[in-house]
């Protein structure tokens, strides 16, 4: 549209000059009306992150839902899928209202403001940038529904990724409450640190391209937390708590595996070379530790199992996602196999050693698999991927040889990183045991003894599968 006016800008001024208007005018608003105003909106891009948000929603539902409900015994199948499919419903309405507002909008280093209360002035027609109102505002090339959709995807499968660590044990009306309180005061405001250009582990310079500690870490804190405070199944570790269809659970990781594209290369927040490095980082850190995880339980046991590999698949996934966009794939799979072992480890000797209740180990694949990738991402992160569409430019502006991880030279990216780390984890820890014993003593938290002994589909839903 600029360039057909400025072609016609001649002819424009040749009828306006008879009329008296002077060319210089006309040339000034020629100027105006080609000069682009803020971010400029890109198709592409668009559509790119149309279809990630898609993606990341499939994550939740079925992936996670079929994933968390192949694992369980057949009597809580039916409750295990309603978490995810409900908890999916119930923060999108918040998001809506709230959530969206208090992560991503506002000037303050702790938490958001009331900006996009009720998503009001959400402008569809242009391309935003994130954080406008601010200094360090951050352009974009999409518009900001389409943000705010992909970010509410991501809201959605961080508390449904805790109900893993207390399956076959926890009261769907308290479960609701929880998860209502927990993504305002727990996930908003440590997705603001993190991700908005005022949180102050943003301005720290803490590295987390889709979510490690945003997501992983704080889902598996928050896990673990639960499984404390609700405490063991009946008859854990006794009882034979074998997964009741391990076809169920393989369909839902490889639904994750295909989702997860959409949540680290779609965090590229374009369709360029970045977000290509982070969808190679991705799939083959998810090979390296499905790998790591499937050869040291043949060790350990004798026999490698396809529980072992789906989960050593998803802790990769975890692992990698918070250096997607940052590392290149020789630091991908070094990252992927380190956290297979790690986290076989840290579901199997860790959890019988300390004697907690980590149902379908949220804690020990999510949790630590995002620890040791958001701290691996200090380790390997690297200059060259991470500024490929310019994200550093104004850092190496001013310090033309500056290094972004450990192996190029900046020793200090790994202590960045643990501080991020440690903030995550003492702020999720402590709000998530207060929440948690609030909601018991006004609710309670767990099922009585015979509806746990019975199951929960049937208690809770009025529904068996038969």
């Known amino acids: 549209m600029s360039r057909l006016f400025l072609l016609a800008a001649p002819t424009m001024a040749a009828l306006l000059g008879l009329a008296g208007l002077p060319e210089a005018a006309l040339a000034q608003d020629a100027a105006a009306a080609a000069a682009p105003a803020g971010p400029t909106l ?34 809580n199948v039916l409750a295990t899928v309603m978490q995810s499919f409900a908890i999916t419903c119930l923060i999108s309405v918040l998001w809506y209202v709230i959530g969206y507002s208090l992560a991503f909008t506002g000037e303050g280093a702790y938490i958001g403001g009331l900006d996009r209360l009720f998503l009001n002035g959400l402008d569809f027609t242009k391309a935003f940038t994130l954080g406008e109102s601010t200094s360090a505002g951050v352009p974009t090339t999409i518009p900001e529904p389409v943000f705010m959709m992909f970010q509410m995807t991501f809201a959605i499968i961080t508390p449904a990724l805790i109900t893993g660590a207390f399956a076959d044990r926890m009261k769907f009306s308290s479960l609701l409450v929880f998860t209502a309180l927990w993504s305002l005061v727990v996930y908003a405001p440590i997705a603001h640190w993190v991700w908005y250009p005022t949180g102050f582990l943003f301005g720290l310079g803490v590295l987390d391209f889709a979510g490690g500690t945003v997501v992983h870490i704080n889902a598996g804190v928050a896990g673990l937390v639960a499984a404390l405070v609700i405490g063991k199944r009946k ?56 790998l790591g995880w499937m050869f040291a339980e043949w060790a350990a046991k004798g026999k490698p199992s396809v529980l072992g590999i789906i989960s050593g698949a998803v802790a990769g996934l975890v692992a990698v996602t918070p250096a997607a966009g ?33 149902s ?30 310019g994200a550093f430019a104004a850092v190496l502006k001013d310090s033309p040889n500056a290094t972004l991880g450990l192996l190029e030279g900046n020793a200090s990216a790994v202590w960045i990183q643990i501080q991020g780390v440690a903030w995550t984890i003492g702020w999720c820890a402590i709000a998530t045991f207060v929440l948690l014993k609030v909601i018991d003593v006004v609710m309670g938290l767990r099922v009585d003894e015979d509806v746990e002994r019975d199951g929960l589909d049937l208690s809770l839903h009025g529904e068996t599968i038969h």
């Not at 948000?53 to 839902?65: E, K, N, R, S």
């Not at 691996?376 to 992160?381: D, E, I, K, P």
């Open 360 to 389: 379908l180990d949220a804690f020990g694949v999510h949790g630590v698999g995002g620890l040791v990738g958001a701290i691996l991402t200090g380790v390997f992160a690297k200059m060259s991927v991470s500024n490929s569409e």
């Open 326 to 358: 940052f590392v290149d794939p020789t630091g991908a799979i070094v990252i992927g196999i380190v956290a297979g072992v790690i986290c076989f480890w840290s579901a199997t000797s860790l959890k019988r050693a300390l004697g907690y209740d980590d």
């Open 235 to 290: 008859g854990y570790p006794n009882e034979n708590f074998m997964p009741h269809n391990l076809v169920l659970s393989l369909i839902g990781a490889s639904l994750l595996w295909v989702g997860w594209f959409g949540f680290n290369a779609g965090s590229a927040l374009t369709a360029g070379p970045r977000a290509g490095m982070a969808m190679a980082a991705t799939h083959i850190a998810t090979a390296g530790a499905a």
């Open 42 to 75: 890109n198709n592409g891009d668009t559509a790119w992150m149309l279809v990630s948000t898609a993606l990341v929603l499939m994550m939740t539902i079925p992936g996670l839902a079929l994933f968390y409900g192949g694992m369980v015994r057949k009597m």
